[in-house]
C-alpha cells in the first residue's frame, strides 16, 4: 500500500473533491492533489516518522480539504509528540477557519490529556492568528472574516490571545 501511495505521489495527478473553501465558511468543490490525498493516509501509518513527514507535508500543501483538516485534528492528540507537534504547525500554517477551529478544539483536547505538544499547539494557534491580524490590518476581507468567526480581534497590537488555560499577549 505504501509503494502505491508513493507511486501516486510521484504521479502528482489530481482528483475532484468536495472539500476546502475560497471564503473559509462553505465547502466547494476543487481539486485534492493526489499528493494530499496520499499523505492523508499516511497520517494512519505505523511509523511515527510517516505521520509526521506527512503532517508537515500537509501543512507545507495548505491542504484545505475535509479529509486533511480532520487527518490532522486527529494527529493532535497522536502519542507520538512530533506527529502532534508536527499537526498543529500544519493546522496553523493552513490558517483557514475551519484548521483554526481544528486545532482551537485540539489545544482543549490536549489539555485533558496533558499533551507534551500542548505549547507547540498553543503557539501554532496564536502565530496563525496573528498572521490573520496582520493581512486584515492590510485590508484583506477575508482574513479579517475569519477572525471574527473564530471571535478574534482584527488588530494585534496589545490584544489578547485566550488558547486554552493560557493567556498570550501579542505587542
Known amino acids: 500500500m505504501k509503494l502505491a501511495i508513493l507511486l501516486a505521489i510521484a504521479i502528482g ?8 473553501c475560497s471564503d473559509n465558511k462553505s465547502p466547494r468543490a476543487r481539486a485534492v492533489s493526489t499528493d494530499e490525498q496520499a499523505y492523508v493516509k499516511l ?3 505505523d511509523s511515527d ?3 509526521a513527514d506527512a503532517a508537515t507535508k500537509l501543512g507545507d500543501l495548505r491542504a484545505e480539504s475535509r ?3 480532520d487527518g490532522l485534528g486527529k494527529a493532535l492528540l497522536d502519542t507520538q509528540e512530533k506527529v502532534a507537534k508536527a499537526a498543529a504547525k500544519a493546522l496553523g500554517k493552513i490558517g483557514t477557519e475551519d ?5 482551537r478544539s485540539g489545544i482543549t483536547d490536549m489539555e485533558k490529556v496533558n499533551s507534551k505538544a500542548l505549547d ?3 503557539d501554532a494557534y496564536k502565530d496563525a ?8 490590518q492590510k485590508g484583506n476581507d477575508s482574513a479579517r472574516k475569519t477572525l471574527e468567526s473564530l471571535k478574534e480581534p482584527t488588530e494585534s497590537s496589545g490584544t489578547t490571545i485566550d488558547v486554552g ?3 498570550h499577549i501579542h505587542t
Open 49 to 51: 516518522k510517516e505521520r
Open 43 to 45: 497520517l494512519k501509518s
Open 13 to 20: 495527478g489530481s482528483a475532484l473533491l468536495a472539500a476546502g
Open 67 to 69: 479529509e486533511a483538516i
Open 129 to 136: 492568528v496573528h498572521d490573520l491580524q496582520k493581512e486584515a
Open 99 to 103: 484548521s483554526l477551529k481544528t486545532l
Open 120 to 122: 507547540d499547539a498553543r
Open 165 to 167: 488555560k493560557t493567556v
